[in-house]
T-cell receptor, first 112, second 112 residues
Framework: QKEVEQDPGPLSVPEGAIVSLNCTYS??????FMWYRQYSRKGPELLMY????GNKEDGRFTAQVDKSSKYISLFIRDSQPSDSATYLC????????????FGGGTRLMVKP | EADIYQTPRYLVIGTGKKITLECSQT?????MYWYQQDPGMELHLIHY???????EKGDLSSESTVSRIRTEHFPLTLESARPSHTSQYLC???????????FGEGSWLTVV
């Protein structure tokens, strides 16, 4: 079993929909959680960074962490065709520069 | 915005040729990484470095080699390319104590 599981999709939604992307993980020691967005034939770029449980909002994006369930989510409000990309979750133990553990990524397609 | 550069972006090369993928970052990051990613598939860490003269193998076994003679430069070399090396290679860097990894745009290698 992988340490971090992510549904590969593709997830296809109409423009304007609310999108929910999720990751589950098995290691309860993970404390720091990230979401990366990767456009086709590009490198991943950091989208959201959260610590421990709770919510963090940045514009149309909300990252949610539920450590008790070992479950993290990324919500995208008012989705746009430009949000079409692969979204990867990543996580690690502390802020001391440990290696990130990545999920496999979910491919999202937002149709106009 | 991350300042990490990879060249070439796209390369088609014959079997048996030696290739070097270049990666440079201008952020002064001590840590640098090489990931391999097939289209639509997971990121796999193949090499990393904690600083000058430090190189380590990652989770995925790779026939490539790396060197770190200067902080800003982390080239990856394949001595004899094979079709099985066809993939996207992503270079990344991070601060010693930070969690955020910054990626380059990737080098797409096709070996024919």
């Amino acid at each position: 079993q992988k340490e971090v599981e992510q549904d590969p999709g593709p997830l296809s939604v109409p423009e304007g929909a609310i999108v929910s992307l999720n990751c589950t993980y098995s290691n309860s020691a993970f404390q720091y959680f990230m979401w990366y967005r990767q456009y086709s034939r590009k490198g991943p770029e950091l989208l959201m960074y959260t610590y421990s449980s709770g919510n963090k909002e940045d514009g149309r994006f909300t990252a949610q962490v539920d450590k008790s369930s070992k479950y993290i989510s990324l919500f995208i409000r008012d989705s746009q065709p430009s949000d079409s990309a692969t979204y990867l979750c990543a996580m690690t133990y502390n802020n001391a520069g440990n290696m990130l553990t990545f999920g496999g990524g979910t491919r999202l397609m937002v149709k106009p | 915005e991350a300042d990490i550069y990879q060249t070439p972006r796209y390369l088609v090369i014959g079997t048996g040729k030696k290739i070097t993928l270049e990666c440079s970052q201008t952020m002064g990051h001590d840590k640098m990484y090489w990931y391999q990613q097939d289209p639509g598939m997971e990121l796999h860490l193949i090499h990393y470095s904690y600083g000058v003269n430090s190189t380590e193998k990652g989770d995925l076994s790779s026939e490539s080699t790396v060197s770190r003679i200067r902080t800003e430069h982390f080239p990856l070399t394949l001595e004899s390319a094979r079709p099985s090396h066809t993939s996207q290679y992503l270079c990344a860097s991070s601060r010693t104590s930070g969690n955020t990894i910054y990626f380059g745009e990737g080098s797409w290698l096709t070996v024919v």
